[in-house]
């Protein structure tokens, strides 16, 4: 579009002559049009609003692919299908039950159950599953193999 295109109607840049009065030079005649400051209307303003909400429902559109249910059971089994083993974790339980069985003290004297906690913990920050469910059942009073002496006290 050419400048003269955004000029109200009836006015030219050369032509002044309203009341028959003719102010124009040469050199107003080369210099262009230039069109006053775009207009923006509310609809356009809205615009922005309307790609937040475009963003927003693309969002929770992917975001729900990835629901996950509260089922323990059913994220102990998608982390057993992902087959994530922590060889760390993995040392940290054998480690668990070496202190159970009392390989790291004097025959006769009790086992380091602290140590043997800790031990437990790490494997279970390393996603261990196994060290994951001893803890679990652990906290529960749930009969299970490793560490069987320990409770938690309900406070």
């Known amino acids: 579009m050419s400048p003269t295109e955004f000029q109200e109607e009836g006015v030219s840049d050369t032509d002044n002559t309203e009341n028959g009065d003719s102010h124009s030079t040469p050199e107003e005649e080369r210099v262009p049009f230039v069109p006053p400051a775009r207009r923006r209307f509310d609809t356009e ?87 994951v469910v001893t803890m679990a059942k652990i906290f529960l009073n749930i009969p299970r193999e490793l560490l069987q002496d320990f409770t938690v006290d309900v406070s």
Do not use: M, N, P
């Open 45 to 131: 303003l809205d615009s922005s609003v309307c790609l937040e909400a475009d963003e927003d429902e693309k969002f929770w559109k992917e975001a729900r692919k990835l629901r996950r249910s509260t089922c323990c059971a059913e994220e102990i089994q998608r982390i057993f299908e992902e087959k994530r083993f922590s060889i760390l974790g993995q040392v940290h339980l054998d480690l668990c039950r070496y202190h159970e069985l009392g390989r790291f003290v004097d025959e006769g004297q009790k086992y380091d159950r602290a140590a043997a906690w800790f031990h437990l913990e790490v494997a279970a920050k390393c996603t261990v599953i196994e060290a």
